[in-house]
């Protein structure tokens, strides 16, 4: 992948804030908008236990995400649509490193929480009665309207 459309992925998966879901379950498709982290090839993310999106991957083992900032001309709609499997992400080192990145990246939550939302590893599950969630995509695409050619391309995350 070429320097600049490596340059541009990044600053899209660290800057973009709001990663869509998508889920289906026999013939009840949906979709929910949830904040993202992105660390290490995965998106992770808080959501309640018992919402659709979440139910429905975890009993199909399958679900389907999309980021793309947000464009006014057709010309520069640019994201990432991927598809893989997800799975909670429980306590431990890998889940206390996560909510340090995810806390870094919406630093509105500790401006409004303190330091509590770090010490306390549950606090996400008391306050919001959220768990924390991965999503490993297997299969991913990048949009980019702005190229020429091949506007649509299988990509590789570790590339990025």
Partial sequence: MENKL????????TQ????????????NPWSAPVYFVYEKSAFFFFSNP???????????????????HDADNMEDIFGIQ?????????????YIKI??????????????????????????????????YGFYPET???SDNSRSANKRISIDIKDI
Avoid: W
């Fill in 6 to 13: 490596i340059l541009k992925s990044k600053r899209l998966l």
């Fill in 16 to 27: 973009t804030r709001v990663m869509t879901v998508s889920v289906a379950k026999d013939e």
């Fill in 50 to 68: 018992e919402s659709r999106h979440i139910q429905y991957a975890l009993d199909t083992k399958k679900m389907c995400a999309s980021i793309f």
């Fill in 82 to 94: 991927m598809s893989g499997c997800m799975e909670k992400i429980c306590a431990g080192i890998q």
């Fill in 99 to 132: 909510v340090k990145a995810y806390v870094n990246k919406f630093n509105f939550l500790s401006q409004q929480f303190g330091e509590q939302i770090l010490k306390n590893p549950d606090f996400f599950k008391e306050k919001f009665k959220s768990d924390l």
């Fill in 140 to 142: 991913i695409f990048l």
